[in-house]
């Protein structure tokens, strides 16, 4: 059996959760790691195998089956079009730009070349996800308030607006995809931020936000995204619908319905592990099981920048709905169909 070479293009957190996880895979090679800080490729290299690459056409040239693009918000754009340049499939860890246009760019690049991508949306394989969506079948979801309360992670560029996108967009978005996953697509937001930056040097972002959104079903639903703790509080979101109340949370879904409260614990390290398993099985063409590709990512993507918006501006943010919410009309013309898979488009 031939191993699936994969390369990694950035050397921090989530670059060595990947590595650790691939160097599991007895069907996995690591090629190697490019990063800007050639300490930090050199010391991932060292730790889980392969070369340290100057730069990502290095790592292209060495042959790869994949790319694990694991850089910042703000450093998503040049490295994808690289990578789709090459013609090699690619995993993107949320989120998958700083903006919009970046995002709507890349996306329509791999629609033209049908190139096979997945998105480090990983909450999407917790067991609990698809027991609240048996629940929900056949129950309209009325409301969903979601949450993201924790501190200012560790790395030094998350309290920069320009650098991050701020909480919602690099943090909330897990939650907000499972939103649109689970209460479909969300058609209006209006949103406040605070306007005062959390206690960490050289912040400008909102410590809270607090959001309202409207779903195409009529459903309707709060986000509410904090950065002022010193741990990790709560992040998960409640679903109500008729009879039913779901609580869903990284350690497992509460389920309330006329019967009482039972609790389904949840393994959040074994979907870190499945988000990279399916994503491997697709490159080998022996599964169809990447949950986000880069399209659905983009949709999540669009409607955290839409709360991102509202907050800055005080006005609702509309977004779009049916074919444009695809891609922009322009690519959206141009693309051909998505490539085969299963996506789980609420
Ligand atoms: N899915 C998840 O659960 C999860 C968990 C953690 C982080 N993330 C996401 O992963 C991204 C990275 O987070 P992190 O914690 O690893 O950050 P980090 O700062 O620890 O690491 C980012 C690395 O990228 C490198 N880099 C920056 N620009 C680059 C470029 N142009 N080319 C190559 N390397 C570049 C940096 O030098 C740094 O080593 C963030 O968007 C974050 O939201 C996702």
């Known amino acids: 059996m031939r191993a699936c070479r994969v390369g990694l293009v950035g050397a921090g957190g989530v670059a060595q959760r990947h590595a650790r996880v691939l160097s599991g895979f007895e069907d996995v090679a690591l090629v190697g790691v490019t990063d800007v800080a050639r300490d930090a490729a050199a010391a991932l290299a060292e730790a889980y195998g392969g070369r340290a690459f100057a730069d990502v056409d290095g790592l292209l040239a060495a042959g790869v089956d994949a790319v694990y693009v694991c850089v910042p918000p703000f450093a998503h754009g040049p490295v994808e079009e690289a990578v789709i340049a090459a013609g090699v499939p690619m995993f993107v860890e949320k989120p998958v730009a700083l903006d919009l246009e970046t995002a709507e760019r890349i996306a329509g690049l791999v629609e033209r070349r049908g190139l096979l991508t997945g998105v480090g949306h990983h909450w999407r394989y917790l067991h609990m996800v698809d027991q609240a969506r048996q629940l929900l079948a056949g129950r309209p979801v009325r409301m969903v308030n979601g949450a993201w309360l924790d501190k200012v992670p560790p790395v030094a560029w998350w309290a920069r607006r320009d650098s991050s996108g701020g909480p919602v967009v690099e943090q909330a978005a897990h939650v907000l995809d499972l939103v649109r996953l689970l209460a479909g697509e969300v058609t209006e937001v209006t949103a406040y ?56 949370a990284e350690d497992g879904l509460t389920v309330c319905d006329g019967a009482g409260e039972r609790h389904l614990p949840a393994d959040p390290d074994g979907a870190r592990v499945a988000v990279d398993r399916a994503f491997v099985d697709a490159v080998r063409g022996v599964g169809d099981d990447v949950r986000v590709r880069y399209a659905e990512a983009l949709r999540t993507h669009r409607l955290a920048l839409a709360v991102a918006e509202s ?19 322009a690519v959206a013309d141009a693309a051909p169909a998505e490539p085969a898979g299963v996506a789980l488009d609420a």
């Open 193 to 248: 931020g605070d306007g005062t930056p959390p206690p960490v040097p050289d912040a400008d972002i909102d410590s809270v936000t607090a959001a309202t959104l409207r779903f195409a079903s009529g459903a309707v639903g709060t986000l509410a995204a904090a950065c002022v703790l010193g741990w990790k509080h709560r992040a998960g979101l409640e679903i109500l619908a008729d009879g039913l109340a779901l609580s869903l």
């Open 311 to 329: 907050a800055r501006t005080g006005r609702p943010v509309a977004l779009p709905t049916g074919p444009a919410a695809r891609l922009t009309a």
